[in-house]
T-cell receptor, first 119, second 110 residues
Framework: NAGVMQNPRHLVRRRGQEARLRCSPM?????VYWYRQLPEEGLKFMVY????????ESGMPKERFSAEFPKEGPSILRIQQVVRGDSAAYFC?????????????????FGAGSRLTVL | EDQVTQSPEALRLQEGESSSLNCSYT??????LFWYRQDPGKGPEFLFT???AGEEKEKERLKATLTKKESFLHITAPKPEDSATYLC???????????FGEGTQLTVNP
């Protein structure tokens, strides 16, 4: 099991360009979370998705940011018209979630992150 | 709104010098408290989940405990390889996401 795979690991964009970050969850996991970590700050929740559904996007900026998790393929976090303030590490996590809980069901497994630099 | 506060922000220890990290939390109902370790340039790595007050879990030199208001991560006789940022997070009963604290940056000098 290769774990949560994120790519690209590093991405450089100029202001106004688009950034697309991809995340393949662990095998068997159908729940994906995106977090942002600004330099010297903690992890901030952005969005929670299941296959073909956005469950909670309360942490997502209203403009320029969007996320999807299609039936086939990776989850994608898309940032349009990037600005310097978007420079950060973006982490994806996946979980095997069951309503009954359990010691391992709700643990989030994180990827290595995608580091976006906006020039 | 869930709140998670970790202290201290940074901690320097000598190898073998035991200490504790604190995580204070405010949630409407706790569904789980999580500890992660994050090394520079990497994603958080899961350490422990605690579900109810009084619960304790151990892994090598680390021991996590939980009360109704806070959790402690005790580090016994640390080694330089324990140097990392330790993150605490909570999940409330009505949600699925984790809310993280700012972390404690631990440095263990040889």
């Amino acid at each position: 099991n290769a774990g949560v795979m994120q790519n690209p690991r590093h991405l450089v964009r100029r202001r106004g360009q688009e950034a697309r970050l991809r995340c393949s969850p662990m095998k068997g996991h159908s729940h994906v979370y995106w977090y942002r970590q600004l330099p010297e700050e903690g992890l901030k929740f952005m969005v929670y998705l299941q296959k073909e559904n956005i469950i909670d996007e309360s942490g997502m900026p209203k403009e320029r940011f969007s996320a999807e998790f299609p039936k086939e393929g990776p989850s994608i976090l898309r940032i349009q018209q990037v600005v310097r303030g978007d420079s950060a590490a973006y982490f994806c996590a996946s979980s095997l979630y069951t309503s009954s809980g359990g010691s391992g069901a709700n643990v989030l497994t994180f990827g290595a992150g995608s580091r976006l630099t906006v020039l | 709104e869930d709140q998670v506060t970790q202290s201290p922000e940074a901690l320097r220890l000598q190898e073998g010098e035991s200490s504790s990290l604190n995580c204070s939390y405010t949630v409407s109902g706790l569904r789980g408290l999580f500890w992660y370790r994050q090394d520079p340039g990497k994603g958080p790595e899961f350490l422990f989940t605690l579900y109810s007050a009084g619960e304790e879990k151990e892994k090598e030199r680390l021991k996590a405990t939980l009360t109704k208001k806070e959790s402690f991560l005790h580090i016994t006789a640390p080694k330089p390889e324990d140097s990392a940022t330790y993150l605490c997070a909570v999940r409330e009963t009505s949600g699925s996401r984790l809310t993280f604290g700012e972390g404690t940056q631990l440095t263990v000098n040889p």
